[in-house]
């Protein structure tokens, strides 16, 4: 058995112990990060140099739309089925209409080939987090009910980690399918994480877990006037952020919101 193993066993019995204060400042330091993004590994200076300033790019065009069409049905055939009653392990989350299902590179060889595999995804991820870094993370986001409401549309930010998201829309998306918001300039250092990054730790998914309430979402905007971006336009356009930075799913008024989701960070 690993040290690694061991200690999260021990942290996993000792869970006071694990949340306290040194062990976060620990955790920390193990998760350090770039402190700049690396320019000189990165094969795309403009596009790095554009989320560094602002936590996020959109670029569109990223995938074309006849192959894009052809990831649409791939990604949505596991879900279907399901609903249609198939018990399915890679099935992650249900809640309040949103749906998610991991390791969906699994089900679609083409997302695979063009999000899950692209040199450029892993060349900015590892420029903009670390070398080390890696894509742990690779789903599809669905939302088919509208006026549901679930966690994620609440503002929040992912983690106190360094976590870098590509998003591709696999369909034509409007403001009232539900676009990922995203405040620019959020992702970098401020007096309000300070708290919301350690009660991340201190109290986990049973606690606020990076969420913000209405009102204190109103002090920091009215301090800091972070502008928010919508993810909505063209089938196959690509979101790029630092997921440290605030950000909120919005409710669906009508159709449907399909999307590839990959995350980076260090593990
Ligand atoms: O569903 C959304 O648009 C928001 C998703 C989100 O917050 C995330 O993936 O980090
Ligand atoms: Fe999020």
């Excluded at 679930?150 to 403001?175: G, M, N, P, S, T």
Aim: proline share 3%; charged share 30%; net charge positive.
């Amino acid at each position: 058995m690993g040290l690694k193993h061991v200690a999260k066993r021990f942290f996993e019995k000792n869970q006071r112990i694990y949340r306290s204060k040194a062990i976060y400042k620990l955790q920390r330091l193990r998760q350090k990060g770039n402190i700049e993004p690396d320019y000189d590994n990165c094969n795309y200076k403009d596009i790095l140099r554009e989320i560094d300033l602002n936590g996020c790019t959109i670029i569109e065009n990223f995938i074309p739309p006849d192959i894009i069409n052809k990831i649409l049905v791939e990604v949505e055939a596991p879900y279907l089925e399901m609903q249609a009653g198939k018990k399915n392990d890679d099935f992650w989350h249900s809640e309040g209409g949103n749906g998610r299902i991991g390791n969906i590179d699994k089900y679609s060889p083409l997302a695979k080939e063009y999000l899950f595999d692209s040199q450029m995804i892993s060349n900015l991820a590892k420029s903009y987090v670390s070398k080390s870094a890696v894509g742990f993370r690779k789903e599809a986001d669905f939302k088919y009910s509208p006026g549901e409401s679930y966690q994620a549309d609440i503002v929040h930010i992912d983690d106190w980690r360094h976590r870098f998201k590509a998003f591709v829309l696999l369909h034509d998306l409007e403001r009232v399918n539900a676009p990922l918001v995203y405040y620019k300039g959020s992702h970098k250092s401020a007096h309000w994480r300070q708290d919301l990054e350690y009660s991340y730790h201190k109290d986990g998914q049973s606690g606020r877990f990076g969420h913000l309430f209405p009102q204190e979402m109103r002090k920091i905007q009215s301090e800091h006037h972070y502008e928010s971006v919508h993810f909505e336009g063209k089938a196959g356009s690509l979101f790029l952020g630092d997921f440290r930075g605030l950000h909120s799913g919005s409710i669906l008024v009508e159709g449907k919101r399909v999307m590839l989701n990959y995350t980076w960070g260090l593990v």
